[in-house]
Each structure stands twice: as structure tokens, then as C-alpha cells.
């Protein structure tokens, strides 16, 4: 991928203003300037010339999300949520949309500086970062379970 990558990220909606980074050497500097708040903050993060393709985290202090859309992907998986490889007990909430009360699951609250290495991994690839695993959460159709855990609905199977 071109170290040319051109990134626009926001946080919080469309009220407040995009960032663009038009470097990678700019890249850290947009990802740590949208990682500074302290109270429940949504960001979104997309690559110019990948209109069908974007991150959105979640996060509150010293934890956050992520969720990685690629619709080039659909029908099949092109949604997932990104996994903790050491699950936090008893993680803060971390609303996917804050508004909307829609949280992520527990399995997917990552400490802020991992989550920070997964969004400088999407926004300086290109492609849906490789550092951590990754649930296929389409439509964010994902279900807590009683033990805490994530449970992503069966797709009915359609013929073909």
C-alpha cells in the first residue's frame, strides 16, 4: 500500500469537524488526537478511495472497540468486532453508539493502547488489521450470553 494514504477521521458525529491525515507519517498524530478524551467518545476512521470500507471505535478512558465494516465483502461476512486475546474481567462499558445505548461486548473491550495499534494498522495498510482477532458481527447482530460471552445469530442459508 502507497504511504500516501489519505485518512479522515471524526469523533462524536457530524458536529464535530473531520481530521485528515494526507500522510502516514501523520497517521499517529490524527489516531492520538482522537484518543484524548477522558468521557464516552465514539470515532470514525476512513481511507479516501475506500468509500465502502471504515472503522468505528468506542471508548471511555483506558478502554475501547472496534468495529471494521467492508461492504466490498457482502453478502457474506463484512462486519466484525474486534476480540481482547486476554479478555478484561469486568470491563467498563464501551458504547458502540452511545445515543442508540448499543454497547459492545465484554470479549471486545480492548485496553486504549491496543486498540490504538489496531486503528494505525487499518488507517496505514489499507486493509482490516491482523493484529488481533475478529468476530464477523453482521449487521451487529452480536448477543451477550448469560456467562458473558458473544453469540453472532446463524445467517438463515440461502440457495443458490
Given amino acids: 500500500m502507497s504511504d500516501q494514504l489519505v485518512v479522515n477521521a471524526n469523533h462524536n458525529g457530524l458536529a464535530y469537524p473531520i481530521i485528515t491525515a494526507r500522510h502516514i507519517n501523520q497517521t499517529a498524530w490524527l489516531v492520538d488526537a482522537l484518543l484524548r478524551e477522558h468521557a464516552h467518545t465514539e470515532t470514525w476512521f476512513t481511507i479516501e478511495g475506500q468509500p465502502r470500507r471504515w472503522m468505528r ?72 488489521p491482523i493484529s488481533v482477532d475478529w468476530i464477523p458481527v453482521n449487521g451487529l447482530s452480536w448477543e451477550l450470553t448469560e456467562d458473558g460471552g458473544v453469540h453472532v445469530p446463524q445467517r438463515p442459508r440461502t440457495a443458490l
Fill in 57 to 128: 471505535t468506542g471508548y471511555h478512558g483506558t478502554y475501547g472497540a472496534a468495529l471494521f465494516v467492508d461492504e466490498t465483502a457482502a453478502p457474506n461476512d463484512w462486519a466484525w468486532a474486534a476480540l481482547n486475546p486476554e479478555p478484561i474481567t469486568g470491563p467498563p462499558t464501551i458504547y458502540y453508539d452511545q445515543p442508540a445505548e448499543t454497547i459492545f461486548p465484554s470479549a471486545c473491550v480492548l485496553p486504549l493502547g491496543l486498540l490504538r495499534e489496531v486503528i494505525l494498522e487499518w488507517v496505514q495498510t489499507g486493509d482490516r
